[in-house]
Nanobody, 119 residues
Framework: QVQLVESGGGLVQAGGSLRLSCAAS????????MGWYRQAPGKQRELVARIISGGSTNYADSVKGRFTISRDNAKNTVYLQMNSLKPEDTAVYYC?????????????WGQGTQVTVSS
C-alpha cells in the first residue's frame, strides 16, 4: 500500500538531540495523518506525536515541549525533532501513516528505528 523509509535513530546521551525522518512513497491511498509511535521493552506501543495534512498536531504529555513533529507534504515526509532526550525516551520508534481510499480508512507502519538514550 505504501513504502515507508525511516532514518535518524541512534544512541545519544541524556540531554542530547536526535531527528527522525520517515519518507512515504508509492502510496496507494491519500495520506492524511503522519505520526510517530514508540514501544519500549515490556510496554505497549504508544503515540508520541501526530500531524495531519492541515498542520494540526498532537503530542504525548511526556514529550510536550521537547519534541517537535513537522511535515513536508511535497515530499510526503514526516520529521520528529527530539530535544532534551531522557533515558525513558529509549524505545523503538515507528512511523505511521493513515489515510483513505474509496472511503476506506487505511494505514501503514514503518519498520522501526531504535532510539537509545544513555544516562
Amino acid at each position: 500500500q505504501v513504502q515507508l523509509v525511516e532514518s535518524g535513530g541512534g544512541l545519544v546521551q541524556a540531554g542530547g538531540s536526535l531527528r527522525l525522518s520517515c519518507a512515504a512513497s508509492r502510496s496507494s491511498f491519500n495520506i492524511n495523518t503522519m505520526g510517530w509511535y514508540r514501544q519500549a521493552p515490556g510496554k505497549q506501543r504508544e503515540l508520541v506525536a501526530r500531524i495531519i495534512s492541515g498542520g494540526s498536531t498532537n503530542y504525548a504529555d511526556s514529550v510536550k515541549g521537547r519534541f517537535t513533529i513537522s511535515r513536508d507534504n511535497a515530499k510526503n515526509t514526516v520529521y520528529l525533532q527530539m530535544n532534551s532526550l531522557k533515558p525513558e525516551d529509549t524505545a523503538v520508534y515507528y512511523c505511521h501513516v493513515g489515510g483513505t481510499r474509496g472511503g476506506t480508512n487505511l494505514g501503514a507502519w514503518g519498520q522501526g528505528t531504535q532510539v537509545t538514550v544513555s544516562s
